[in-house]
């Protein structure tokens, strides 16, 4: 959960303080009117979040306002999905980049690349397993976009890596499918929407500023989309498949929005 870091800026979930309420009521109420939550964050995960304590709430704040300003940015696109989402310049890039998981870099697990094998299940015709040699023969794309956690931060990072749509078409993925789930070696799942999947700057990330990814960042596999917040963005994939199950996600299944994107 959102409160299980070990390096923990939260207390565990409990029931709200009203004080706190109050206090964050202009901003939720903001928020609320405006019908900027809606999309993003359930009820019950923002009853979770204003239960943190007083000295945290400039936290809480944060966390609303990137959630306003992510949904500002969907709103402002809605009306052109086929817009791209803004790009950025190689200068801009941040080196190394903002490591999050729901537990502290510490924990992390370095995956073995010689043993490491991309699995395939669900509706894909060609399910043979991908080795990371395979995978980083493939034709490489570049995106330098802007990574949104709902925690409320933000950096641009430079990822690159094969084409999620080239890729699925390539296995023979059924590409009218509905969801197309990742299972990471951390226990994390996420999914996303087919069309997130095919969205032009949706990648397979292997290297992150021309290098391949860091061991905290996802090594050797990770998704990287532009079209959602950064949770959506499985690190140190292991399996991909495509469902018209709805598979649910890590967060989704905690309360925030599954969509969380365009
Ligand atoms: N496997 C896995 N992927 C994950 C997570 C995780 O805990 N496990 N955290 C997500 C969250 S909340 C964010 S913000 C990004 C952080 O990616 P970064 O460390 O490369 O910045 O990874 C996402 N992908
Ligand atoms: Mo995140």
Known sequence: MLFRKSSSRFRPPQVPDRAILREHRKVIDEIGRRGLLRGTMSLGALTLLTGCDVSEQDQVQRVLRSVSAF????????????KLAPRYAASQVLKPPRFNAYYGIEDVQPIDAATWRLELAGLIQDKRPWTLEQIRALPEQEEIIRHICVEGWDYIGQWSGPNLRQFLTRVGADLGAKYVAFHSHDDYMESIDMASALHPQTILATKYAGDPIGDPYGFP?????????????????????VTNTYPG???????????SGL
Do not use: C, M, S
């Open 71 to 82: 949904n500002d940015w969907v709103q402002a696109r809605l009306f052109d999905p086929d």
């Open 221 to 241: 596999l990770r998704l990287r989309t532009a079209v959602k917040l950064g949770f959506k963005n499985p690190k140190w994939i292991r399996a991909i498949e």
């Open 249 to 259: 996600g890590y967060w989704a299944d905690r309360g925030f929005n599954w969509h």
